[in-house]
């Protein structure tokens, strides 16, 4: 058989590019990050990113981001995602039905990133602007067969081996409707400090990193960007110093922008452009602590696009924004990353290989333990 030059070059460049963000031989320890810090805003894709740009005079800290992905959002039985099956997807590296969380597709528990980090002696952490029982969120530490389970998703919670949380949903811990446990008690057994809105303010509350942390922001979900909401920056900083000093060998961060999904299934783009702008500081955040770590393998992504959202003609200066839907759409969600084994995440994958990259930048995946 022959083959012209040309061939011979693209069968070498599909090769090569085949292989982008895949590693041929396991990672040497002295080049795995030691932390990893996994920033989703809930269904942001491309449109809601460009809107927040120009927003923004044509500035984000997205753009300092090296390298880029792309990740398919579809679930096991639908090609239009929800957040559950979509964390899912990200925190254990499984499709499943929509509306799921922590199982797959047969219904069985799956173990997430956070819970295998936590197994293995790292620190582990979240930081969400919603519920810290609500999907995205749920899917880091519970496993339950419908999303709406908000009192077992917190129970689960004390089971995940979590050191630090700040997010809402106080309701589900201490004021429940299917029993009569305290759950801010059992949190303190398990060497918890925890407080809570309606006695203190994130902000004068100093996290000791010999003890489990615990803030929770509202009694169901907090306020949105535009009525006040601001601590996400800071709280992400706050947990990223706390994980640090917790556990010098290393950890496991999520942060979520939870509530740019709502602005979109509103159709509203003056709230999504706050939450857009509060996301972003919080990104900014972040990298800073990742520059000075140089130890830190920073990935934004999002679960899902949500709004089908379009940037048409307005005026020379202004976007008409405007939205095909109130729900979720199919569309592919970018990823960004930064840091060491940042070139995992080039390329288009499912969003199942964002937590297989994770486990094989942390190392997890040489060792044999997982799914």
């Known amino acids: 058989m022959k083959f012209s030059i040309l061939t011979i070059v693209l069968i070498i460049l599909w090769g090569w590019t085949g292989n982008l963000g895949q590693s041929a031989t396991p990672i040497p320890e002295a080049d795995r990050p030691k932390n ?8 942001m894709g ?12 044509l500035h984000l800290s997205l753009e300092q981001f090296p390298v880029i992905g792309f990740q398919k959002t579809h679930s096991a039985n639908n090609l239009i995602t929800d957040s559950a099956a979509a964390g899912t997807a990200l925190a254990s590296g499984k499709k499943t039905k929509n509306n799921v969380i922590g199982l797959d597709n047969d219904g069985v528990p799956c173990k997430t990133i956070l819970e295998e980090a936590s197994e293995r002696g790292l620190a582990t952490g979240m930081v969400v602007t919603s519920s810290i029982q609500h999907a995205t969120p749920a899917c880091f530490v519970a496993h339950q067969k419908a999303r709406n389970m908000y009192e077992n998703i917190a129970e689960d919670i004390l089971k995940s081996g979590i050191d630090f949380f700040i997010g809402g949903g106080k309701q589900y811990f201490d004021r429940r409707e299917k029993d009569d446990f305290n759950l801010v008690e059992e949190l303190k057994k398990k060497d918890f400090a925890v407080y809570d809105y309606f006695q203190n303010e994130l902000t004068d509350v100093k996290p000791s990193p010999d003890k489990r942390f615990a803030f929770l922001t509202a009694d169901n979900q907090p306020l949105p960007a535009m009525q006040g909401r601001d601590y996400l920056p800071f709280a992400s900083k706050l947990a990223l110093d706390y994980l640090k000093a917790r556990n010098p060998n290393g950890f496991f961060l999520m942060i979520e922008g939870s509530q740019i999904d709502w602005s979109c299934h509103a159709n509203q783009p003056v709230p999504l452009l706050a939450e857009m702008k509060d996301f972003d500081k919080t990104i900014e955040q972040v990298l ?3 520059r000075k770590d140089g130890e830190t393998l920073v990935i934004v992504t999002a679960d899902h696009e949500t709004g089908g959202m379009a940037l048409n003609e307005g005026s020379p200066r202004k976007l008409d924004y ?5 729900g979720h759409t199919a569309a592919m969600v970018p990823v960004f990353a930064y840091g060491p084994q940042s070139g995992l995440f080039r390329g288009i994958y499912e969003n199942t290989a964002i937590y297989d990259k994770m486990r094989e930048a942390f190392g997890f995946s040489e060792l044999g333990i997982g799914n």
């Open 36 to 43: 990893i810090v996994l920033l989703i805003g809930d269904g």
């Open 46 to 57: 491309l449109a809601q990113i460009s809107a927040a740009l120009y927003d923004n005079n």
């Open 288 to 290: 800073n602590f990742a």
């Open 322 to 326: 405007e939205f095909t839907t109130n």
